[in-house]
């Protein structure tokens, strides 16, 4: 009976470790999210940078820097 007693407490305690790991998972998921999308604005802002410095000079270094983001960004 004891043996029953304790395994029915063990269950118990595996059930909220499981809520709490579900929670905490969830909770990862949106900070993922968010920062995905702060990530993504800086990266738009910094294409529209990009593209007026372009569109103003012919220097190539700016066709360098594009290419470089560009491979950075494929690699996601």
């Known amino acids: ?8 407490e063990r269950i118990i305690q ?14 990862l998921r949106n900070q993922r ?7 993504d604005e800086v990266v738009e802002l910094f294409n529209t940078h990009l593209a007026y410095k ?4 012919d220097n190539p270094y700016y066709d ?4 470089e983001l560009n491979r950075i960004l494929e690699d996601e």
């Not at 009976?1 to 029915?8: K, R």
């Not at 595996?14 to 909770?27: G, H």
């Not at 360098?64 to 290419?67: D, F, G, I, Q, R």
């Open 64 to 67: 360098k820097l594009e290419n």
């Open 33 to 39: 999210d968010k920062l995905q999308r702060k990530l």
């Open 14 to 27: 595996l059930e909220k470790e499981s809520d709490s790991l579900i929670t905490d998972v969830a909770n």
């Open 1 to 8: 009976m004891n043996a029953l007693v304790n395994l029915g």
């Open 54 to 57: 372009k569109a103003w000079s």
